[in-house]
């Protein structure tokens, strides 16, 4: 695991290439150690319905929510937290100089004793990737 869920704003899809944001972010997490390259996984979900600041339509939003298994440092967190931040705010860059776009993270663990997992990803990897 990270698994990374991305909302955002209906009004964004014209503007952003959602599928190139999602490859940037599974790009970033792959370069974070104690992200184990077979665990991630990167969605986006359009919103079509919302309501920003003071009602104007043009605000958009991206919001980025990683979900992890427990176990991680504090500082390991933090310092993951802030390289996929930083990896979406540079890919936005573009868009947010000229339009209104809120740009939000939040991280959170998972006790994984309440959630089980089983998958053949790590099976299918190419040789030569170690997966712990």
């Not at 930083?86 to 573009?94: G, H, M, N, Q």
């Amino acid at each position: 695991m990270p698994h990374f869920h991305i909302d955002y704003s209906g009004n964004l899809e014209d503007l952003i290439d959602i599928s190139a944001l999602c490859e940037s972010i599974r790009a970033c997490a792959a370069q974070i150690d104690s992200f184990p390259m077979a665990g991630i996984r990167v969605r986006a979900i359009r919103v079509d319905h919302y309501a920003i600041a003071d009602g104007d339509p043009k605000h958009g939003f991206v919001d980025i929510s990683i979900r992890l298994r427990a176990g991680r440092s504090p500082e390991v967190k933090e310092q993951a937290a802030q390289a996929i931040f930083d990896c979406a705010r540079a890919f936005l860059s573009t868009a947010m100089a000229s339009h209104s776009i809120a740009l939000s993270l939040e991280m959170r663990d998972i006790d994984p004793a309440l959630s089980p997992k089983t998958g053949t990803i790590r099976d299918h990897l190419g040789r030569g990737i170690s997966e712990t």
